[in-house]
């Protein structure tokens, strides 16, 4: 939905129901298959850099209705499964920690790439995702670091080189829970530019950013809070649903969360709960071929 669509359905309330971190896992994979485009899950995005992004491709190719985009990834968190930069592990470029791979958290990153090496690196992420025959709908990046300043511009270039809607937040404030990098660390004059500069394009804007109840550990409540918490606009909100086996020793403290989302949002009682909310739910894919027929993109 372009900028001047959102206008137009002034009061609306809008819902991208996003699975994020595809690809990093065996579990996420699956579970993104049994939920995608079944009432709830609308779109989701893959981490290429990841040990499973070869299986989550292949079925991206054989389920051609998957609304997948790419999660553009810099860094590698968990404590013993980690990954490496697409453009190799050279420390020339700042890409990667003592142990060759990427670091663990955005403030590493910003304190040790070099730009150049960062655009390279997104690049080659999303060649290799068109190149696997994913019909990529958007980008958005793994815990927000690509959107931090030294970076925001190379990011949003490569959607408009890609032709690619990206995800960015009206609110860095909303957008910033979870993900890492604090609020001091966002300039937010030069923010405001750039918002203002998309939506000049007629390019959406997220109104609101709500990710996974980390600390609600799978309580459904939680999440039945933040269907009905929907406001008008366009709300993005960003889940990590995950089949148990792998997850449960990749990340064993958040793993029951992950595994509840997987069952809850394949629970016929929530997704009767979702359909009654009021809210129009979106893919992404909808958008990609509407800025692109305009010109946006």
């Given at each position: 939905?372009?900028?001047?669509?959102?206008?137009?359905?002034?009061?609306?309330?809008?819902?991208?129901?996003?699975?994020?971190?595809?690809?990093?896992?065996?579990?996420?994979?699956?579970?993104?298959?049994?939920?995608?485009?079944?009432?709830?899950?609308?779109?989701?995005?893959?981490?290429?850099?990841?040990?499973?992004?070869?299986?989550?491709?292949?079925?991206?190719?054989?389920?051609?209705?998957?609304?997948?985009?790419?999660?553009?990834?810099?860094?590698?968190?968990?404590?013993?499964?980690?990954?490496?930069?697409?453009?190799?592990?050279?420390?020339?470029?700042?890409?990667?920690?003592?142990?060759?791979?990427?670091?663990?958290?955005?403030?590493?990153?910003?304190?040790?790439?070099?730009?150049?090496?960062?655009?390279?690196?997104?690049?080659?992420?999303?060649?290799?995702?068109?190149?696997?025959?994913?019909?990529?709908?958007?980008?958005?990046?793994?815990?927000?670091?690509?959107?931090?300043?030294?970076?925001?511009?190379?990011?949003?270039?490569?959607?408009?080189?890609?032709?690619?809607?990206?995800?960015?937040?009206?609110?860095?404030?909303?957008?910033?829970?979870?993900?890492?990098?604090?609020?001091?660390?966002?300039?937010?004059?030069?923010?405001?530019?750039?918002?203002?500069?998309?939506?000049?394009?007629?390019?959406?804007?997220?109104?609101?950013?709500?990710?996974?109840?980390?600390?609600?550990?799978?309580?459904?409540?939680?999440?039945?809070?933040?269907?009905?918490?929907?406001?008008?606009?366009?709300?993005?909100?960003?889940?990590?649903?995950?089949?148990?086996?792998?997850?449960?020793?990749?990340?064993?403290?958040?793993?029951?969360?992950?595994?509840?989302?997987?069952?809850?949002?394949?629970?016929?009682?929530?997704?009767?709960?979702?359909?009654?909310?009021?809210?129009?739910?979106?893919?992404?894919?909808?958008?990609?071929?509407?800025?692109?027929?305009?010109?946006?993109l």
């Amino acid at each position: 939905m372009t900028q001047a669509a959102a206008k137009d359905r002034a009061g609306e309330k809008i819902v991208v129901a996003h699975a994020d971190d595809i690809g990093m896992c065996h579990g996420a994979n699956t579970a993104f298959a049994a939920v995608a485009g079944k009432g709830f899950i609308t779109s989701g995005s893959v981490m290429v850099p990841c040990p499973w992004f070869r299986e989550i491709a292949e079925l991206a190719v054989a389920n051609s209705q998957f609304d997948l985009g790419v999660h553009l990834t810099l860094t590698s968190e968990w404590r013993h499964y980690r990954w490496r930069p697409l453009t190799g592990v050279s420390k020339a470029g700042g890409l990667v920690d003592g142990d060759g791979f990427m670091w663990r958290a955005a403030k590493a990153v910003r304190e040790h790439a070099q730009p150049e090496a960062v655009e390279a690196e997104l690049r080659m992420q999303i060649d290799t995702a068109l190149a696997a025959g994913i019909d990529a709908t958007h980008l958005d990046c793994h815990m927000g670091t690509a959107l931090a300043a030294e970076f925001a511009d190379i990011y949003l270039r490569l959607g408009s080189d890609y032709r690619l809607p990206v995800l960015f937040p009206r609110s860095w404030d909303n957008y910033n829970q979870g993900i890492g990098l604090k609020l001091g660390e966002v300039d937010a004059a030069e923010h405001g530019a750039r918002l203002e500069a998309l939506e000049a394009r007629g390019h959406p804007i997220v109104d609101r950013f709500v990710e996974t109840p980390w600390g609600a550990l799978g309580d459904e409540g939680a999440y039945r809070r933040m269907i009905a918490e929907v406001q008008p606009g366009v709300t993005f909100l960003a889940f990590h649903p995950n089949h148990s086996g792998d997850i449960d020793v990749i990340e064993p403290a958040r793993a029951r969360c992950r595994i509840e989302e997987a069952r809850l949002f394949a629970s016929a009682e929530f997704l009767a709960m979702v359909e009654q909310q009021g809210f129009t739910l979106i893919g992404l894919r909808g958008i990609r071929d509407q800025l692109r027929s305009q010109g946006v993109l």
